[in-house]
């Protein structure tokens, strides 16, 4: 398994920053969330055609790659539809020209399920996105978050895509917290499409999900990484730590050191 983590987590460090303390911690690569003020990836300077050797480059020589460009594209948004193509198609692009195997986007624009979504048009619109990124060697990961949190539905939009260039990201949190699901479901019905997983944790409180660094709150997390360990899963766990949007959570300084050493101690 790749250890990685989210850009989402160190809103106010610049790339310098990010990549010495990917290289120092021991984490394999980053996702990519965001820099600094800009989060539309394929606008960050450092991913663009006269940048981007340098930047492989570097990462290179510190073992490091980028592992996924988390996209914000709602397939359900039919409102948009055209620009949620288009944007999604930047972001399959950027991937290929930085060697990054996968592309994230989202099926609902709640995290917490809120009501009904259009999944027929998250099915055509995946599979419209999962066709554009194969001649790119590009894979178009589909997220458990809103309805598809639910890991039965988001089985069966993957099922119906039925592409080698469409797969899921397994969020933690949304399958346990929202719809109850035990790690061993979530795990069974995401499976055969299975590529990358967001690891967080989390307390329900007054209603609401207050996060927590690893270890401090009730989503199974070891559960989760031994069952993976035993079944061989040879994808990315991803620490998703969403300071950008909660400015109150610690800092990337505390909280990335913990969830390697937390992780790694699981593994070894």
Known sequence: M?????????PGWEWG???????DLGYDGIEIRGIGKEIYAPSIELFSQSK????????????????CFT??????????QADVLRISKEYIDTAQRMGTAY???????????????????????????????APKGVCVLLESNGVFAKSQLMAQILKKVDSAYAGA???????????????QMTYENLKPYLRYL???????IDGET???????????????????KKDGFSGYLSFEWVKRWDRTLSEPGIVFPHFIHYVKSILK
């Open 2 to 10: 790749r250890i990685v983590f989210s850009t989402l987590g160190c």
């Open 169 to 183: 990201l397994w969020d933690v949190n949304h399958p346990y917290r929202y719809y109850y699901e035990q790690p």
């Open 17 to 23: 920053e990010i990549v010495a303390a990917a290289a």
């Open 103 to 133: 592309v994230r986007v989202l099926g609902d624009q709640d995290s917490q399920p809120q009501g009904e979504v259009d999944t027929g048009l998250v099915e055509e619109n995946l599979r419209e996105l999962a066709t554009y990124a």
């Open 210 to 228: 207050v996060y927590k660094m690893m270890g401090e709150g009730d989503i199974p997390n070891k559960t989760i990484i031994n069952m993976l």
């Open 52 to 67: 981007a050797a340098a930047t492989k480059k570097r990462l290179a020589d510190l073992k490091l790659e980028i592992s």
């Open 71 to 80: 996209s914000a594209c709602y397939l359900c948004d039919k409102q948009n």
């Open 198 to 204: 967001h690891l967080k944790d989390s307390l329900f």
